[in-house]
């Protein structure tokens, strides 16, 4: 089971890593690697600081039609 962890662990993947830039109540900016800033509206925000680092994962549905 363990071994099912770790090695689905390390196939996944961050596909965009940033830093908190500052927050206040539920949004927060971040700063990508790019240096480009993303501001999000999240409870999640509440609970980060300046400094921290978030990385997001990217999960593609597939599309019925």
Request: charge should be positive; charged fraction near 25%.
């Amino acid at each position: 089971m363990i071994l099912f962890l770790l090695i689905s662990c390390f196939l996944h993947r961050a596909n965009l890593v940033g830093i908190v830039d500052f927050t206040e109540g539920t949004e927060c900016a971040l700063e990508l690697r790019d240096g480009s800033i993303v501001v999000v509206t999240s409870s999640l925000c509440k609970s980060l600081k300046e400094g921290d680092q978030v990385q997001f994962y990217i999960r593609k549905n597939k599309v019925k039609q």
